[in-house]
């Protein structure tokens, strides 16, 4: 069984920065897709950034450039520079157990089907 486990969040000022960190285990390889979500209070949950086919990040356009991916053998990791109050929510790691990811971000959350619990990020004007 694969499991996820968010660490990192936290609260911070607009213009501040943070860095999640998923670990993972069970069976999935280095390979398989793997990216992050995140879901502000009364709105769904929306793909943040991932890896594409290629091994290539792909960010969503709200957090290009600001934002970066990176993965190593036990984690996935999430910087996050320059944050907006728009930014606030939880922030959930996924991955596509098997597969490589689907290059169908923003739409490709029903390819996820194993999921962190969440780590809550709140920034302040």
């Known amino acids: 069984e694969v499991e996820l486990a968010e660490s990192g969040g936290g609260s911070v000022q607009a213009g501040g920065a943070l860095k999640l960190s998923c670990v993972h285990s069970?069976?999935?390889?280095?390979?398989?897709?793997m990216g992050w979500f995140r879901q502000a209070p009364g709105k769904g949950r929306e793909a943040v950034a991932e890896f594409g086919h290629d091994g290539g990040q792909i960010y969503s356009g709200s957090v290009k450039d600001r934002f970066t991916i990176s993965r190593d053998d036990n984690h996935l990791c999430l910087q996050m520079d320059m944050l907006k109050p728009e930014d606030s929510g939880v922030y959930y790691c996924?991955?596509?157990?098997?597969?490589?990811?689907?290059?169908?971000?923003?739409?490709?959350?029903?390819?996820?089907?194993?999921w962190g619990q969440g780590t809550q990020v709140t920034v302040s004007s």
């Open positions: 996924a991955a596509r157990a098997g597969y490589a990811c689907p290059d169908l971000l923003p739409d490709s959350l029903p390819y996820f089907p194993f």
């Open positions: 069970g069976y999935l390889y280095s390979t398989d897709c």
